[in-house]
């Protein structure tokens, strides 16, 4: 059974590995950032939430410790057996958490 906080993990999971390539480059900006840090204050801003908030309960903790890794790379996931109908991003998440 799905609730709406699988809903809500599922959609700033996704958010997170979208907006990661922002993260970086922030941080590559500005090397005192921390990438997890960024990471985070970015899907915090798209939903309006706040960073502990989002870290705490909005954002899948796997996806997450792979996105703080400044050489992440979804290519080195296989991502060929995931749903046509799911988005790269969503794929890519499937691929971590499996």
Known sequence: MFTSKNFRTW???V????RFPHAKL???????LKLRKAIVKE???VLN?????CEKYY????VLDA?????FSPKRYKLEDKPEAFDFEEKVVLAIID
């Open 11 to 13: 959609g700033s999971t």
């Open 67 to 71: 996105l703080d890794n400044i050489r």
């Open 15 to 18: 958010t997170a590995i979208k």
């Open 26 to 32: 922030r941080v590559e900006e500005n090397p005192r």
């Open 43 to 45: 899907v915090a801003g």
């Open 59 to 62: 954002i899948h903790p796997e």
């Open 49 to 53: 939430n706040t960073v502990s908030v």
